[in-house]
């Protein structure tokens, strides 16, 4: 039988990095109700190259974002799948796998792409994240991740 590490416990908010994206301290909401995560993106679109395979186009985060430089992100690797909204509805959405930084410690997870511009914060973290992690979640806390990782990224 494999030896797990302990568990962990986050904040109902949480600072992450994505370094594949050059991304620091973004803001996420811990969702035990959200099956998998999202980030924020607009001008989400699929183009076809002349080989015929699809890359996904997006813009991560918004304007409003500290760290928003504007700077359009492909993806080569992508699948469309339907995930249920917060309110209920299904709706197609584009999924893709990254890194997410927690505890300075790497783990690659699924994150839907979605316009998440209503919502106060650009990313959600979902329950695979939070099992794939062996993280639990105090309501009570916030930012239990940077607070206790290596000063070093």
């Not at 996904?56 to 430089?69: A, I, K, M, R, T």
């Not at 909204?85 to 699924?110: C, H, K, M, W």
Request: charged content about 30%; proline content about 5%; overall charge positive.
């Amino acid at each position: 039988m494999k030896q797990r590490g302990p568990k962990r416990m986050v904040g109902r908010r949480e600072l992450v990095d994505f370094p594949e994206f050059q991304l620091w301290g973004v803001e996420a909401k811990v969702d035990t109700g959200a099956y998998t995560g999202a980030i924020h993106c607009s001008n989400i679109r699929v183009e076809t190259d002349a080989q015929g395979r699809r890359h996904l186009h997006v813009q991560l985060l918004d304007p409003s974002h500290p760290n928003f430089d504007g700077s359009p992100m492909q993806f080569d690797q992508f699948k469309l799948r339907d995930i249920r909204s917060s309110n209920g509805e299904v709706q197609e959405r584009y999924v893709i796998r990254t890194a997410i930084r927690l505890f300075g410690q790497d783990f690659i997870t699924e994150f839907s792409l979605s316009d998440r511009s209503d919502m106060k914060y650009p990313v959600l973290i979902g329950r695979v994240l939070l099992r794939e992690a062996r993280l639990i979640v105090d309501v009570a806390r916030r930012n239990l991740s940077y607070k206790n990782q290596p000063s070093a990224r």
